[in-house]
């Protein structure tokens, strides 16, 4: 049976057993797949489905088929399991059909091991977009937003939506995307696997066809496509083959932009588009030129970007504002540190707290506990909001000092300092006793700071102390600079850090034993992207967008962590101990170390084996915190990790 008429008896096969007509799906009520065809190359290799059921379930493999197919679990129970497909190496091609029987009804499995390029038949994007991850499908449709050059990142438009490209092969290799010569406005027609970050994607495409557009954009004056925030024209000159040239513009950028001119000549066509003054922030927006031939359309896409006012706010009103290109500028203290040499830090006010996610510092130095004032654009990830594209500005550096050092310095109103202590009444003359605007002193049961009006964070109000609840006895973080009056010894200029109540618990002990074992099963089943903590022998443990998926300690690409929150024996070394299943990428993980949770001191690799994983030794410092991030754009997976005590 050759190969086409194998793949349509499948398909066949599929739309059988899924569908009784195109808008309405069938399904068995006691047990549903994720996917109902399997398809492994003739190199070898496995693809996994979720088979969830009522009741318990078995699927009957024949001898025959367990030549070459290998099917792993073939019954379980009630519930959601994960089966795994896998088949070695062949030379030609496979095909069964599996029963998997449920409470007496039957759901057909099609497996397919093809020797040649899979035919299949063009999808809508709105189905690719909505399709479990790892299931192959084909789209057809005009690229537009092409990112990246390199890899391919694109978007492609189809009557139905759209759906976003990460990776596009050329013969099979990456990184040679330019060679394929794909144009904003060409026609394509790609196949890939569906994956998911941060939205619905195809990964790493091939490209089967390419239909090039009949308008293509050959210049714009100016070339960055620029307008002055106090107003003027760009012109987009286009090489049109089509019948005739509309321009659409959205919507929503109507207001600001506008077409005042379409100059048609004899090799090119210019559009004139016009924008008046911009009394707020950046903006831009993508613009479509378009032609039809023979009642077919093409198109080409232009970004007009104008300039705008950089917005003084604070963090409460950036993430109370739209995504966009609208430049802002918030100061703010970094209260929490993700990874500092990336730019992925926090910054908080008197309003809330922003994530910066990869901020520029230019020339400057950034250090957790500083005061810094960054511009830019607002941005979410996950539903969050976030500052994108953002670069710091100025930088006040803020140290940490006790309160006999406090006392010592001299008066500078340009200098801060972090400092800590309880909350007491002052014993020394010209002071006052008031929690409302934050009058009292600081000791350490030796030396004594009177302090002068707290706000109530960076940035705050003043008169807002008491609302923070802080009593006398609590112990309380401030970060303020040195000054006096009438030789009183002043904390002034302070804003609210921090605070524990006197009455608060010692934190748990220092965990004993020779080592911590961080094992798998101790990790949720899904990602969370914002912080959550574990606990291993009673060590709390922060993760970020780290899980146990089935193959172990699983760390998301891009940013995702592992820290120890409570204190721990010094560390001798740490041991990470590869996934049983997985390969080991040694330079994708990066291990920090220090004397304060969440820390910045960056360890060498001491030795990495293929086989078992990575060994670093601590054993040089006085190291009671450690940290693991995952910066790579690959996954990282990890069956354990052991933390060898001194």
Same mark, same amino acid.
């Given at each position: 049976?050759? %190969?086409?008429?194998?793949?349509?008896?499948? %398909?066949?096969?599929?739309?059988?057993?899924?569908?009784?007509?195109?808008?309405?799906?069938?399904?068995?009520?006691?047990?549903?797949?994720?996917?109902?065809?399997?398809?492994?190359?003739?190199?070898?290799?496995?693809?996994?489905?979720?088979?969830?059921?009522?009741?318990?379930?078995?699927?009957?493999?024949?001898?025959?088929?367990?030549?070459?197919? @290998?099917?792993?679990?073939?019954?379980?129970?009630?519930?959601?399991?994960?089966?795994?497909?896998?088949?070695?190496?062949?030379?030609?091609?496979?095909?069964?059909?599996?029963?998997?029987?449920?409470?007496?009804?039957?759901?057909?499995?099609?497996? %397919?091991?093809?020797?040649?390029?899979?035919?299949?038949?063009?999808?809508? @994007?709105?189905?690719?977009?909505?399709?479990?991850?790892?299931?192959?499908?084909?789209?057809?449709?005009?690229?537009?937003?092409?990112?990246?050059?390199?890899?391919?990142?694109?978007?492609?438009?189809?009557?139905?939506?759209?759906?976003?490209?990460?990776?596009?092969?050329?013969?099979?290799?990456?990184?040679?995307?330019?060679?394929?010569?794909?144009?904003?406005?060409?026609?394509?027609?790609?196949?890939?696997?569906?994956?998911?970050?941060?939205?619905?994607?195809?990964?790493?495409?091939?490209?089967?066809?390419?239909?090039?557009?009949?308008?293509?954009?050959?210049?714009?004056?100016?070339?960055?496509?620029?307008?002055?925030?106090?107003?003027?024209?760009?012109?987009?000159?286009?090489?049109?083959?089509?019948?005739?040239?509309?321009?659409?513009?959205?919507?929503?950028?109507?207001?600001?932009? &506008?077409?005042?001119?379409?100059?048609?000549?004899?090799?090119?066509?210019?559009?004139?588009?016009?924008?008046?003054?911009?009394?707020?922030?950046?903006?831009?927006?993508?613009?479509?030129?378009?032609?039809?031939?023979?009642?077919?359309?093409?198109?080409?896409?232009?970004?007009?970007?104008?300039?705008?006012?950089?917005?003084?706010?604070?963090?409460?009103?950036? %993430?109370?504002?739209?995504?966009?290109?609208?430049?802002?500028?918030?100061?703010?203290?970094?209260?929490?540190?993700?990874?500092?040499?990336?730019?992925?830090?926090?910054?908080?006010?008197?309003?809330?707290?922003?994530?910066?996610?990869?901020?520029?510092?230019?020339?400057?130095?950034?250090?957790?506990?500083?005061?810094?004032?960054?511009?830019?654009?607002?941005?979410?990830?996950?539903?969050?909001?976030?500052?994108?594209?953002?670069?710091?500005?100025?930088?006040?550096?803020?140290?940490?000092?006790?309160?006999?050092?406090?006392?010592?310095?001299?008066?500078?109103?340009?200098?801060?300092?972090?400092?800590?202590?309880?909350?007491?009444?002052?014993?020394?003359?010209?002071?006052?006793?008031?929690?409302?605007?934050?009058?009292?002193?600081?000791?350490?049961?030796?030396?004594?700071?009177?302090?002068?009006?707290?706000?109530?964070?960076?940035?705050?109000?003043?008169?807002?102390?008491?609302?923070?609840?802080?009593?006398?006895?609590?112990?309380?973080?401030?970060?303020?600079?040195?000054?006096?009056?009438?030789?009183?010894?002043?904390?002034?200029?302070?804003?609210?850090? &921090?605070?524990?109540?006197?009455?608060?618990?010692?934190?748990?002990?220092?965990?004993?034993?020779?080592?911590?074992?961080?094992?798998?099963?101790?990790?949720?089943?899904?990602?969370?992207?914002?912080?959550?903590?574990?606990?291993?022998?009673?060590? @709390?443990?922060?993760?970020?967008?780290?899980?146990?998926?089935?193959?172990?300690?699983?760390?998301?690409?891009?940013?995702?962590?592992?820290?120890?929150?409570?204190?721990?024996?010094?560390?001798? &070394?740490?041991?990470?101990?590869?996934?049983?299943?997985?390969?080991?990428?040694?330079?994708?993980?990066?291990?920090?170390?220090?004397?304060?949770?969440?820390?910045?001191?960056?360890?060498?690799?001491?030795?990495?084996?293929?086989?078992?994983?990575?060994?670093?030794?601590?054993?040089?410092?006085?190291?009671?915190?450690?940290?693991?991030?995952?910066?790579?754009?690959?996954?990282?997976?990890?069956?354990?990790?052991?933390?060898?005590?001194?």
């Amino acid at each position: 049976m050759k %190969l086409k008429n194998i793949i349509a008896a499948l %398909l066949a096969g599929l739309t059988l057993f899924t569908a009784c007509d195109k808008n309405e799906e069938m399904f068995l009520s006691e047990v549903r797949v994720s996917s109902s065809y399997v398809a492994i190359p003739i190199e070898g290799g496995q693809q996994e489905i979720t088979v969830t059921a009522t009741d318990s379930w078995s699927i009957a493999v024949s001898e025959k088929d367990a030549e070459w197919l @290998t099917v792993s679990p073939v019954q379980g129970e009630a519930g959601e399991s994960k089966v795994v497909f896998s088949a070695k190496a062949g030379t030609a091609s496979n095909t069964t059909t599996l029963r998997l029987v449920c409470a007496g009804k039957t759901q057909l499995i099609n497996v %397919l091991q093809q020797a040649g390029k899979l035919e299949l038949p063009i999808s809508k @994007t709105t189905d690719v977009n909505a399709a479990e991850d790892g299931t192959t499908w084909r789209i057809k449709g005009t690229v537009r937003g092409i990112s990246n050059t390199t890899y391919g990142n694109y978007y492609i438009d189809d009557a139905y939506g759209s759906v976003y490209v990460y990776g596009t092969l050329n013969n099979g290799e990456e990184k040679k995307f330019a060679a394929l010569g794909i144009e904003a406005g060409d026609i394509i027609t790609v196949q890939g696997k569906k994956g998911t970050y941060n939205g619905p994607q195809m990964v790493n495409v091939d490209v089967i066809a390419i239909e090039k557009s009949l308008i293509k954009v050959a210049s714009i004056d100016p070339a960055d496509a620029t307008i002055a925030k106090e107003g003027g024209d760009v012109n987009v000159a286009l090489t049109v083959k089509g019948e005739g040239t509309s321009v659409v513009i959205p919507e929503e950028a109507k207001s600001w932009l &506008s077409v005042t001119g379409i100059q048609i000549g004899a090799k090119e066509t210019i559009v004139t588009l016009s924008a008046a003054a911009n009394e707020v922030g950046d903006r831009s927006v993508e613009v479509s030129f378009v032609t039809t031939n023979s009642g077919k359309s093409y198109s080409a896409v232009a970004t007009i970007s104008q300039k705008g006012a950089i917005i003084d706010a604070d963090v409460a009103t950036i %993430l109370a504002a739209e995504d966009g290109s609208t430049q802002y500028r918030v100061s703010g203290y970094v209260s929490k540190v993700n990874d500092l040499s990336a730019g992925k830090i926090y910054i908080k006010d008197a309003t809330g707290e922003l994530y910066l996610y990869k901020v520029s510092y230019g020339e400057l130095t950034v250090n957790n506990g500083d005061i810094i004032t960054v511009v830019g654009a607002k941005g979410s990830y996950n539903g969050a909001g976030q500052l994108v594209n953002a670069s710091v500005e100025s930088v006040t550096p803020v140290k940490d000092i006790d309160l006999a050092g406090f006392r010592a310095l001299p008066n500078d109103k340009t200098a801060y300092y972090r400092i800590s202590g309880k909350v007491a009444k002052s014993t020394e003359a010209n002071t006052k006793w008031d929690l409302t605007y934050g009058n009292f002193a600081l000791t350490d049961g030796t030396t004594e700071v009177y302090v002068y009006g707290v706000r109530n964070g960076f940035g705050g109000a003043k008169g807002n102390f008491d609302k923070l609840g802080v009593a006398e006895g609590d112990e309380l973080t401030i970060v303020c600079y040195k000054t006096s009056y009438k030789d009183l010894i002043e904390a002034d200029g302070c804003f609210y850090v &921090s605070h524990k109540s006197g009455s608060a618990v010692d934190p748990t002990p220092t965990p004993g034993g020779d080592q911590l074992t961080v094992s798998s099963d101790l990790f949720p089943s899904s990602y969370a992207a914002d912080d959550s903590e574990i606990s291993a022998s009673g060590t @709390t443990i922060v993760i970020n967008n780290v899980a146990n998926y089935g193959n172990g300690i699983q760390m998301k690409k891009e940013g995702s962590y592992i820290y120890n929150k409570s204190a721990v024996k010094a560390i001798s &070394s740490i041991k990470l101990n590869k996934s049983e299943t997985k390969k080991w990428y040694k330079d994708n993980v990066t291990v920090y170390a220090g004397s304060s949770s969440n820390p910045s001191i960056e360890i060498a690799l001491s030795s990495s084996d293929d086989e078992s994983g990575s060994v670093y030794d601590l054993s040089s410092g006085d190291y009671t915190y450690f940290k693991i991030v995952n910066n790579s754009i690959y996954a990282v997976y990890m069956s354990s990790i052991e933390v060898i005590y001194k």
